[in-house]
Antibody, heavy 119, light 110 residues
Framework: QVQLVQSGAEVKKPGASVRVSCKAS????????IHWVRQAPGQGLEWMGI????????TYGQKFQGRVTMTRDTSTNTFYMELSSLRSEDTAEYYC????????????WGQGTLVTVSS | QSALTQPPSASGSPGQSVTISCTGT?????????VSWFQKEPGKAPKLLIY???KRPSGVPDRFAGSKSGNTAYLTVSGLQAEDEADYYC??????????FGGGTKLTVL
C-alpha cells in the first residue's frame, strides 16, 4: 500500500536549520511529484513547494524562496525538505504529499512532522 | 501568491446541505480546472475530497460535490452528518507548478 512516512518531531533554536524526511513506498517513486505543506498552530494550510522526482527540479513558494531546499534520494526513495534561518513563526506541522501531476491534488499524505522553534 | 478566500465558518443541521465558497483570481481558480478540496481534522493529515473541480476519489461519498463559476469554486456537502464536522480547504493550481490554498472553513454540524 502507498505510504509516505515522515521523520520525527524536531525542536530547534531560532536561526538554526531543520531537515524533514519523507520516505515513499508502495508505488513507483518517479511517478509522483511531492509537495511540502505546513500548518502553523491555529492557522491554515500553506503550500511550500514541489519537487519532481524525475530529475529533482523544484518550485518554491515565494514566501520560502531562499530559505527552503527540497531534494530527493532515488536510492532510498526518500524526499527531504530543509528550512533554514528558523524563526518562531516556522513552528508548524510539516507534511509531504504526492500528486500525479504538478497540481495540488494530493491523494496520499505523510503523517506530519512537528517542528518547534524555541529559544 | 495570495491565499484563496474562504468564509471562516459554515454550519448546518444534520440532513441539511451546506455550500462553502473559494474565491481566487483568473491566475488560479478562474484560469484552470484544477481546484481541489480537502477535509482536515485535528491531529490528522488532510484528506482529498474533490479534485479537478468536481471529481471524487474512490471512497469519498457522493454527498460531497464540487463546482466552479468564474473565479469562485464551491464545495457542497449534502445530507450533513455529525462526522462531517471538520475544517475544509480549497486549493488551486496557480501556474508554473505553483499551488495555493484557501484560508480554510470550519464546518459545524449543529
Amino acid at each position: 500500500q502507498v505510504q509516505l512516512v515522515q521523520s520525527g518531531a524536531e525542536v530547534k533554536k531560532p536561526g538554526a536549520s531543520v531537515r524533514v524526511s519523507c520516505k515513499a513506498s508502495g508505488y513507483t517513486f518517479t511517478t509522483y511529484y511531492i509537495h511540502w505543506v505546513r500548518q502553523a498552530p491555529g492557522q491554515g494550510l500553506e503550500w511550500m513547494g514541489i519537487i519532481n522526482p524525475t530529475g529533482g527540479s523544484t518550485t518554491y513558494g515565494q514566501k520560502f524562496q531562499g530559505r527552503v531546499t527540497m531534494t530527493r534520494d532515488t536510492s532510498t526513495n526518500t524526499f527531504y525538505m530543509e528550512l533554514s534561518s528558523l524563526r518562531s513563526e516556522d513552528t508548524a506541522e510539516y507534511y509531504c504529499a504526492r500528486s500525479y501531476y504538478d497540481i495540488l491534488n494530493c491523494d496520499y499524505w505523510g503523517q506530519g512532522t512537528l517542528v518547534t522553534v524555541s529559544s | 501568491q495570495s491565499a484563496l478566500t474562504q468564509p471562516p465558518s459554515a454550519s448546518g443541521s444534520p440532513g441539511q446541505s451546506v455550500t462553502i465558497s473559494c474565491t481566487g483570481t483568473s491566475s488560479d481558480v478562474g484560469g484552470y480546472n484544477y481546484v481541489s478540496w480537502f477535509q482536515k481534522e485535528p491531529g490528522k493529515a488532510p484528506k482529498l475530497l474533490i479534485y479537478e473541480v468536481n471529481k471524487r476519489p474512490s471512497g469519498v461519498p457522493d454527498r460531497f460535490a464540487g463546482s466552479k463559476s468564474g473565479n469562485t469554486a464551491y464545495l457542497t456537502v449534502s445530507g450533513l452528518q455529525a462526522e462531517d464536522e471538520a475544517d475544509y480547504y480549497c486549493s488551486s493550481y496557480a501556474g508554473d507548478s505553483r499551488g495555493v490554498f484557501g484560508g480554510g472553513t470550519k464546518l459545524t454540524v449543529l
